[in-house]
């Protein structure tokens, strides 16, 4: 029997991943949702979010490391890099989350922490590296790269041999033409087309996509 399984923070993403473990249950696959953690000021042990509990913060999965598996439910890449890095700390495995109606072939690699939203479609040699996430009804095409930490918010479309470096953002229903790459923790707007290589750190909005805001290298490290 796997081990119980717990979600970092208890916002929206969270909830979601909830709903994605209650599909897979229905499924007939032996999850045991625990409850979510978060930090005190985000919410109290035993508040109750969608019939489950706040367990606690991270000193009660410092406490309960051995027992648990993790997942986190954090949207936006540098919160949950932040997140993820403070929870490695006390030496939790990850689990990965993948609504059971997704389609992708063998081609497809996951690493640990990997959210899959309803409908996302992913077809041939594709590598998701640890806690990316992808959410609802995200197609991506042959050949693509997401390095840790990358998302994709609803509806967007990643072409064939395209790179999003680590913690790339695609925000709802923006695209990325084939063979371009996404620099790591630049934030592509709403309704983007990416239609050139974006370097690191930027904000793109608009088809084509333009830069309109450039941040300081190791910005999404900063709490
Ligand atoms: C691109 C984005 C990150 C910019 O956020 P921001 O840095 O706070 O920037 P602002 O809101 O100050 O907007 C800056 C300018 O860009 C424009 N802009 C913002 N988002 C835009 C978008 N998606 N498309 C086109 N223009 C956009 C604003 O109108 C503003 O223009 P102005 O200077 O002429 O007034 C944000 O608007 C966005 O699109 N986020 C995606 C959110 C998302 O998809 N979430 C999914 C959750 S599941």
Same mark, same amino acid.
């Given at each position: 029997?796997?081990?119980?399984?717990?979600?970092?923070?208890?916002?929206?993403?969270?909830?979601?991943?909830?709903?994605?473990?209650?599909?897979?249950?229905?499924?007939?696959?032996?999850?045991?949702?625990?409850?979510?953690?978060?930090?005190?000021?985000?919410?109290?042990?035993?508040?109750?979010?969608?019939?489950?509990?706040?367990?606690?913060?991270?000193?009660?999965?410092?406490?309960?490391?051995?027992?648990?598996?993790?997942?986190?439910?954090?949207?936006?890449?540098?919160?949950?890099?932040?997140?993820?890095?403070?929870?490695?700390?006390?030496?939790?495995?990850?689990?990965?989350?993948?609504?059971?109606?997704?389609?992708?072939?063998?081609? %497809?690699?996951? *690493?640990?922490? /990997?959210?899959?939203?309803?409908?996302? =479609?992913? &077809?041939?040699?594709? #590598?998701? +590296?640890?806690?990316?996430?992808?959410?609802?009804?995200?197609?991506?095409?042959?050949?693509?790269?997401?390095?840790?930490?990358?998302?994709?918010?609803?509806?967007?479309?990643?072409?064939?041999?395209?790179?999003?470096?680590?913690?790339?953002?695609?925000?709802?229903?923006?695209?990325?033409?084939?063979?371009?790459?996404?620099?790591?923790?630049?934030? %592509?707007?709403? *309704?983007?087309? /990416?239609?050139?290589?974006?370097?690191? =750190?930027? &904000?793109?909005?608009? #088809?084509? +996509?333009?830069?309109?805001?450039?941040?300081?290298?190791?910005?999404?490290?900063?709490?």
């Amino acid at each position: 029997m796997s081990k119980p399984i717990v979600i970092l923070g208890a916002g929206g993403l969270a909830r979601e991943v909830q709903y994605i473990f209650d599909a897979l249950r229905e499924t007939g696959e032996d999850i045991r949702l625990l409850g979510f953690i978060v930090d005190a000021e985000y919410g109290q042990p035993g508040t109750i979010v969608n019939d489950l509990p706040i367990l606690g913060d991270l000193s009660w999965l410092a406490a309960n490391a051995e027992k648990v598996q993790a997942i986190c439910g954090v949207g936006e890449s540098h919160l949950r890099y932040q997140f993820v890095k403070r929870a490695e700390e006390t030496g939790v495995a990850f689990t990965n989350a993948i609504h059971p109606n997704c389609t992708f072939s063998r081609y %497809v690699t996951f *690493g640990k922490g /990997v959210v899959l939203a309803a409908g996302c =479609n992913l &077809t041939s040699q594709i #590598a998701l +590296a640890d806690h990316v996430h992808l959410n609802l009804a995200t197609t991506i095409g042959h050949d693509v790269v997401m390095e840790p930490f990358s998302t994709t918010a609803p509806g967007a479309h990643i072409s064939g041999n395209v790179t999003m470096q680590t913690g790339a953002y695609l925000g709802t229903g923006a695209a990325v033409i084939p063979k371009k790459t996404v620099g790591a923790w630049s934030i %592509v707007g709403a *309704g983007a087309v /990416v239609t050139k290589d974006l370097p690191a =750190n930027v &904000t793109a909005v608009g #088809a084509p +996509a333009k830069v309109i805001k450039t941040r300081a290298a190791g910005w999404h490290a900063l709490r």
